[in-house]
């Protein structure tokens, strides 16, 4: 079994170090892996990003980021990079990390992702360039996300990204903003890998739990709708296919 | 108190670097505005109490914020 935590939109300041630290010195004996699924930091500053790494680094399990809009807001992504990365946190945007777990291969492809909205109700690439831009950017991402995931040699895929890849996850946020909460694009993405768990965050006021169209389990993290520090996702034998047998 | 008060606060509590928030409804009612939603620290509260006082000295409101939780959980969701 492969034991996965994850939270999102912790967004990190001085003001909040210290608060997530009791609950994250038991996570080793709950899980083998941290996802954060974005928006960690308030305004996306260096100094705020510091104070993440300060308060998810050294955990004692390996810790897997994605960025969220917050984190772009100030311009400052190569210093929150570098701030995350120094401490130890893999940071994804189209590519994605191998991490071994007594002898399973968990393998996590992340992106940011964007918004676009989902099927019957979604923007199209078409008139101003504004708009075209808009949505082709959701393409690009949600491109490299699929590619990411069909590229991994592991034995179980988790997707990880900011944006909602269903809108099943967004239940409790109002109707008129869920293009700009997440795309149909990126669920399209998950759909095209044997994902075995997709998890964001982005959508505050959403619900837990969804599937994409092609049966993936999806689950908003977003830390003011699981109300706790993390959750914890336990996989099941079923969706960890044995290791490969060596050759002789 | 009309729909560009709403607006403007809504956009104000995102806009202003201080505050920072995107997850916070703004809903109108017959007392003026509620404030509803998350923060991670009583201090964001304090700081949206703040900056909606100052920005919108005129308007009539009410905070209904809580602080986000962040205990460890008590149990895992078995995927099966």
């Known amino acids: 079994m492969i034991r996965i935590a994850a939270v999102g939109d912790v967004h990190i300041d001085r003001d909040v170090l210290g608060r997530f630290r009791p609950a994250l010195e038991e996570l080793p004996g709950q899980a083998d892996v941290l996802l954060l699924a974005g928006d960690l930091t308030r305004h996306g500053t260096e100094a705020e990003a510091k104070c993440v790494a300060t308060e998810f680094g050294g955990l004692g399990v390996p810790v897997i980021a994605v960025l969220g809009n917050h984190d772009h807001h100030c311009d400052e992504v190569p210093g929150v990079l570098a701030a995350l990365t120094d401490a130890g946190i893999t940071v994804l945007e189209g590519d994605s990390t191998v991490v071994d777990i007594d002898g399973v291969r968990l393998g996590v492809a992340g992106v940011k992702g964007f918004g676009g909205g989902f099927a019957g109700r979604c923007a199209s690439e078409f008139g101003e360039p504004e708009m075209k831009a808009f949505v082709r950017a959701t393409g690009v991402v949600a491109e490299r996300l699929g590619r990411a995931l069909r590229d991994l040699d592991c034995d179980v895929r988790v997707a990880l990204t900011h944006y909602a890849p269903v809108p099943d996850t967004l239940a409790g946020e109002p109707l008129e903003i869920y293009p700009f909460l997440g795309s149909y694009l990126l669920g399209q993405a998950i759909d095209s890998a044997p994902t075995a768990l997709a998890v964001h965050g982005h959508a505050h006021h959403g619900s837990e739990r969804g599937r994409t169209p092609g049966g993936v389990r999806v689950r908003n993290v977003a830390h003011p709708v699981i109300k706790q520090a993390y959750s914890v996702f336990n996989l099941a034998p079923e969706h960890v296919s044995p290791p490969a047998p060596t050759g002789i | ?80």
């Open chain 2, 1 to 80: 108190m009309n729909d560009y008060t709403e607006a403007e606060v809504q956009r104000a509590l995102a806009e202003d670097l201080g505050v920072a928030e995107q997850g916070i409804t703004v809903v109108r009612s017959d007392a003026g505005l509620v404030l509803c939603g998350e923060v991670e620290s009583p201090h964001r509260r304090d700081e949206i109490v703040r900056l909606v006082h100052e920005r919108f000295p005129a308007v009539a409101f009410a905070v209904d914020i809580g602080v986000t939780r962040a205990g460890a959980p008590t149990e895992a969701e078995e995927l099966a």
